[in-house]
Every structure is written in structure tokens, then in C-alpha cells.
């Protein structure tokens, strides 16, 4: 496995992955696919990324991780993000990916990194307590388009 700076050329394929996920769906906030101009927008290029970085096995991409700055955090925060491919989980990749996000953060200044899981998404919320990341805040009443609540969960990870 190879982890690397996320290029522009990755978004088809940061786009099918992610939208494979959307689509399974229960382990994302994201239920609209986004188009790959959006995903190179959102995670690899726009003014408010801070780092993105993907996870190559066999040639194909098989997770990435972004972090950005989110209007809601406090300065010195960034907002993660984690997609690894359905058939991987557990694999190495995520560990990797948050090894390689990390380093980038902390030469950018990040002091917090905060995740806001969904609070039905098993998956991440072990992935994220595997890291580290301790609770700080809740939203139970979150709710999906069709108004199921789902709620969610927000960890931080102190780098300093």
C-alpha cells in the first residue's frame, strides 16, 4: 500500500469510491453522490483543504482522507474526513491515511482535528476511538433528507 498527496487526476476515482459508499449508505453524512469536480473541489483543491492524501493498493485507490477548515471550528481546527473502500475495512489503510494526515496538519498549524461522525455509523466511530479521538460534543437530533434521526457524535484529537 502506498499513502501519497492526493492529486487532481484521483478525483474519478475519489468520486466512484466515495459514491460507492454514499450508495451502501449508513456510514456517511454525505446521501447525494457528488460529481468529481465536486470531490476535487471539496477534497483535494478548494481554498478551505488543508491536506488530502490517498491510499493506493494494486494501482487503484482504495481510501483517501481530507482535512479542512470548517467555518463552525474554532481557528486551529480542521475537519476530517475518512473514506476507505467497503472490501478494505481494517486493512491498514485508514491508520496510514491518519499517519500521513497528521504529519500535514501539524506542519500546517493544525492544533485539533475534529470528526463528526453519524451516531449509527459503528464503523467510523470505532475507527475514529482507534485513533485516539475523545467525544466532546453531541447532536442527537440530526436527521437524514428523509427524516430519520440518526444523530452524531464530534471527536476531537489534540495534536499538541
Given at each position: 500500500?502506498i499513502?501519497?498527496?492526493a492529486?487532481l487526476?484521483?478525483?474519478p476515482?475519489?468520486a466512484?469510491l466515495?459514491n460507492?459508499?454514499?450508495?451502501?449508505?449508513?456510514?456517511?453524512?454525505?446521501e447525494?453522490?457528488?460529481?468529481?469536480a465536486?470531490?476535487a473541489?471539496?477534497?483535494?483543491s478548494?481554498?478551505?483543504v488543508?491536506?488530502?492524501?490517498?491510499?493506493?493498493?494494486?494501482?487503484?485507490?482504495?481510501?483517501?482522507?481530507?482535512?479542512?477548515?470548517?467555518?463552525?471550528?474554532?481557528?486551529?481546527?480542521?475537519?476530517?474526513?475518512?473514506?476507505?473502500s467497503?472490501?478494505l475495512?481494517?486493512?491498514g489503510?485508514?491508520a496510514?491515511?491518519?499517519?500521513?494526515?497528521?504529519?500535514?496538519?501539524k506542519?500546517?498549524?493544525?492544533?485539533?482535528?475534529?470528526?463528526?461522525i453519524?451516531?449509527?455509523?459503528?464503523?467510523?466511530l470505532?475507527?475514529?476511538?482507534r485513533?485516539?479521538?475523545?467525544?466532546?460534543?453531541?447532536?442527537?437530533?440530526?436527521?437524514?433528507r428523509?427524516?430519520t434521526?440518526?444523530?452524531r457524535?464530534?471527536?476531537?484529537?489534540d495534536l499538541?
Amino acid at each position: 500500500m502506498i499513502v501519497r498527496a492526493a492529486v487532481l487526476a484521483d478525483a474519478p476515482a475519489m468520486a466512484a469510491l466515495l459514491n460507492r459508499i454514499i450508495d451502501i449508505g449508513g456510514t456517511t453524512a454525505h446521501e447525494i453522490p457528488l460529481t468529481e469536480a465536486q470531490v476535487a473541489q471539496h477534497y483535494i483543491s478548494g481554498p478551505a483543504v488543508i491536506c488530502c492524501h490517498v491510499a493506493e493498493g494494486a494501482g487503484q485507490v482504495i481510501g483517501f482522507q481530507s482535512l479542512d477548515r470548517h467555518p463552525g471550528l474554532p481557528d486551529g481546527w480542521g475537519d476530517i474526513g475518512t473514506f476507505v473502500s467497503p472490501d478494505l475495512q481494517r486493512s491498514g489503510a485508514g491508520a496510514a491515511l491518519f499517519a500521513a494526515t497528521c504529519a500535514a496538519a501539524k506542519a500546517a498549524g493544525v492544533a485539533v482535528i475534529n470528526a463528526t461522525i453519524r451516531a449509527d455509523n459503528a464503523p467510523g466511530l470505532g475507527y475514529y476511538a482507534r485513533r485516539g479521538f475523545t467525544d466532546y460534543a453531541t447532536d442527537p437530533a440530526f436527521a437524514l433528507r428523509d427524516g430519520t434521526r440518526v444523530g452524531r457524535i464530534s471527536r476531537r484529537f489534540d495534536l499538541a
